[in-house]
């Protein structure tokens, strides 16, 4: 198996890869690990969120109707999040919020200290891929959440009417 990936990779790359011997990295197999678990995250999550709807049939024995209900405002609930998370992220109320930054701190002055300490905290670079990737994350999981959910609730329309 680890062959014909080497071959198939072999073939995209070029040969002069092969010519230059930098083919270690074809055989990392760490990197097939990684794609691996990203597949079954992609799997295992919509599997759980499918279980959890129809545990909470069984749970609190609600009738079709009531479910499909309750799933759609869920759904549609994550979905007004993973859109705010991505209007925010996108910078596109950035002008509105600094504005309201700079309203608060004629209202309330701030120490030169704690000035300081904002701008340092506004200016890292850590601190602000953290915030990136949280939010990146957040947008994703509430999507897929909300995508799901409103589908199982259209899934439950057509045999509630059948």
Known sequence: MIYHLFLLKWAKRGSEELETGRVSHLFDSSALLNK???????????MFIILFWIGTIAFLHLSLLEWINVTFLIGLISGLIATSVKIIHSGFLHLFMSGFK?????????????????????????????????????????????????????????????
């Not at 691996?36 to 919509?46: Q, R």
């Not at 120490?111 to 990136?132: A, G, T, Y």
């Not at 994703?140 to 259209?154: D, G, R």
């Open 36 to 46: 691996g678990l990203k597949k079954m995250k992609k799997v295992i999550f919509p």
């Open 102 to 162: 700079k309203l608060n701190m004629t209202m309330m002055p701030k120490s030169r200290s704690l000035q300081q300490v904002d701008e340092e905290l506004e200016n890292n670079e850590d601190i602000i891929q953290f915030k990136h990737n949280l939010s990146m994350m957040v947008y994703k999981v509430t999507l897929q959440f909300s995508i799901l959910t409103i589908s199982l609730s259209v899934i439950g329309l057509f045999v509630f009417y059948n």
